[in-house]
């Protein structure tokens, strides 16, 4: 690292990144109740069934190099410039393959007359702008420039939020297209600007091919792993705008971005501890369990608490949001049961990355994609949104459990090998 200020600790980073997740979450909702105002749930619906076809897609850019970084950094911090260099030159390679693989699926699957528009300005600021701003946080992560990192989760949704404002003083009431167009251009203005914080920070990094083949190898399974994480988060909203309604995308959208923001502090937590778990990887699965129980219990607990508020709280989203989405009420209540279930899932995926279990990891969170839409295929079309709740929660638990085994495998295996 050439320039970089002094390391913070996992304390001050964890709080560092609570109250800028904590700062993201209430831009988060701010943007999410402004745009749903503006749009309706149908807009809105279409917007998400977009935005969920490249949410996915997108972790294809970069070729999973973003999470081997921090791991990289973390335990040879000289090797900074070099690593990132590496990290960068793939994402851009990558990025607009990707962006134009998104936009020929996103035509493909979604129905006729979502609008060349609003798939093109998504694609882009999905697939070939947002990985630049990840990228860039996950450099801050792995030399615990947390501050910076923070400040990396907000830069977008400030932006966006900006933007969404301006479009709509001057526009009124939007649609999803005029929406995508302002989208992208936030998405720009974010990367430029954290992008320049983090250089004058911790200073340039230096392009090299040196070592990439290697990196690509293994940064692929950790692609692939994302990619199925986010299929199973998000392929059934584009398979219930296929084979529902836009409307009802809007409304099952609603539910699960209440969940997503009930968890940001479990997730605030897990991305300040991961330098440390991958430092204690180095020393067997045993010893990175033990590091994320240590780190985990906290947001265990709160997990916990919030799954009581998100159930008792449920009808305050019809009074946020207005009366058109009433029907996201009763599918909150059924979502509300996630946090606990996320939080030690994501731990245990933690520990698997952390212990070089990336291809487990990988396959575990392939399997759960594949029940995922193979479920949601099957369900929707018969039975509608309510086939997309049950298989949510029945995929995550089914996942946690194999995600238990391989963490007990692995510490029975490596007892075997010591003895």
Same mark, same amino acid.
């Given at each position: 690292?050439?320039?970089?200020?002094?390391?913070?600790?996992? *304390?001050?980073?964890? $709080?560092? %990144?609570?109250?800028?997740? @904590?700062?993201? +979450?209430?831009?988060? &909702? /701010?943007?999410?109740? =402004?745009?749903?105002?503006?749009?309706?749930?149908?807009?809105?619906?279409?917007?998400?069934?977009?935005?969920?076809?490249?949410?996915?897609?997108?972790?294809?850019?970069?070729?999973?190099?973003?999470?081997?970084?921090?791991?990289?950094?973390?335990?040879?911090?000289?090797?900074?410039?070099?690593?990132?260099?590496?990290?960068?030159?793939?994402?851009?390679?990558?990025?607009?393959?990707?962006?134009?693989?998104?936009?020929?699926?996103?035509?493909?699957?979604?129905?006729?007359?979502?609008?060349?528009?609003?798939?093109?300005?998504?694609?882009?600021?999905?697939?070939?702008?947002?990985?630049?701003?990840?990228?860039?946080?996950?450099?801050?992560?792995?030399?615990?420039?947390?501050?910076?990192?923070?400040?990396?989760?907000?830069?977008?949704? *400030?932006?966006?939020? $900006?933007? %969404?404002?301006?479009?709509? @003083?001057?526009? +009124?009431?939007?649609? &999803? /297209?005029?929406?995508? =167009?302002?989208?992208?251009?936030?998405?720009?203005?974010?990367?430029?600007?954290?992008?320049?914080?983090?250089?004058?920070?911790?200073?340039?990094?230096?392009?090299?091919?040196?070592?990439?083949?290697?990196?690509?190898?293994?940064?692929?399974?950790?692609?692939?792993?994302?990619?199925?994480?986010?299929?199973?988060?998000?392929?059934?909203?584009?398979?219930?705008?296929?084979?529902?309604?836009?409307?009802?995308?809007?409304?099952?959208?609603?539910?699960?971005?209440?969940?997503?923001?009930?968890?940001?502090?479990?997730?605030?937590?897990?991305?300040?501890?991961?330098?440390?778990?991958?430092?204690?990887?180095?020393?067997?699965?045993?010893?990175?369990?033990?590091?994320?129980?240590?780190?985990?219990?906290?947001?265990?607990?709160?997990?916990?608490?919030?799954?009581? $508020?998100?159930?008792?709280?449920?009808? @305050?989203?019809?009074?946020?949001?207005?009366?058109?989405?009433?029907?996201?009420?009763?599918?909150?209540?059924?979502?509300?049961?996630?946090?606990?279930?996320?939080?030690?899932?994501?731990?245990?995926?933690?520990?698997?990355?952390?212990?070089?279990?990336?291809?487990?990891?990988?396959?575990?969170?392939?399997?759960?994609?594949?029940?995922?839409?193979?479920?949601?295929?099957?369900?929707?079309?018969?039975?509608?949104?309510?086939?997309?709740?049950?298989?949510?929660?029945?995929?995550?638990?089914?996942?946690?459990?194999?995600?238990?085994?391989?963490?007990?495998?692995?510490?029975?295996?490596?007892?075997?090998?010591?003895?």
């Amino acid at each position: 690292m050439s320039a970089a200020g002094k390391p913070e600790s996992s *304390a001050s980073g964890t $709080v560092a %990144l609570s109250l800028g997740l @904590v700062v993201r +979450g209430a831009l988060q &909702a /701010a943007l999410f109740v =402004v745009l749903a105002r503006i749009l309706g749930p149908a807009e809105l619906g279409l917007f998400t069934a977009v935005l969920s076809v490249m949410s996915i897609l997108c972790h294809f850019t970069g070729l999973g190099t973003g999470i081997l970084l921090v791991r990289d950094i973390s335990v040879d911090p000289a090797a900074y410039g070099r690593v990132l260099g590496r990290s960068v030159l793939l994402t851009a390679v990558t990025a607009l393959p990707v962006a134009a693989l998104g936009g020929v699926i996103a035509f493909v699957l979604l129905p006729p007359g979502t609008g060349s528009v609003l798939i093109v300005c998504v694609a882009l600021a999905e697939a070939a702008v947002t990985p630049f701003v990840d990228l860039a946080g996950r450099a801050c992560q792995s030399t615990k420039s947390f501050r910076l990192m923070a400040g990396a989760t907000i830069a977008p949704i *400030a932006a966006r939020l $900006v933007f %969404l404002c301006g479009l709509g @003083v001057t526009a +009124g009431e939007a649609n &999803a /297209a005029q929406w995508s =167009v302002a989208y992208l251009f936030a998405s720009v203005v974010a990367c430029a600007v954290i992008w320049w914080l983090t250089l004058a920070r911790l200073g340039r990094p230096t392009p090299a091919w040196a070592g990439a083949p290697a990196a690509i190898r293994e940064g692929l399974h950790v692609a692939i792993s994302n990619v199925a994480i986010r299929a199973n988060a998000d392929a059934d909203k584009a398979i219930l705008a296929r084979f529902a309604s836009a409307h009802d995308v809007g409304l099952y959208a609603v539910a699960q971005r209440f969940v997503e923001l009930a968890i940001i502090p479990i997730l605030a937590a897990l991305e300040s501890s991961l330098p440390g778990l991958f430092r204690s990887g180095h020393a067997g699965i045993g010893s990175a369990l033990r590091a994320a129980v240590l780190a985990g219990r906290v947001p265990l607990a709160y997990a916990c608490v919030a799954s009581i $508020v998100l159930f008792a709280g449920a009808p @305050v989203l019809e009074w946020i949001l207005g009366e058109p989405y009433r029907p996201a009420v009763d599918v909150l209540r059924w979502l509300s049961v996630l946090p606990p279930i996320l939080c030690a899932r994501y731990f245990l995926r933690g520990i698997l990355l952390s212990a070089s279990r990336v291809r487990l990891s990988g396959a575990i969170e392939s399997g759960g994609a594949v029940a995922a839409i193979a479920s949601n295929a099957a369900g929707i079309p018969l039975f509608g949104w309510q086939t997309a709740i049950v298989v949510k929660i029945a995929v995550e638990a089914g996942m946690l459990g194999c995600a238990l085994l391989a963490v007990a495998r692995g510490i029975r295996r490596d007892a075997g090998t010591a003895s």
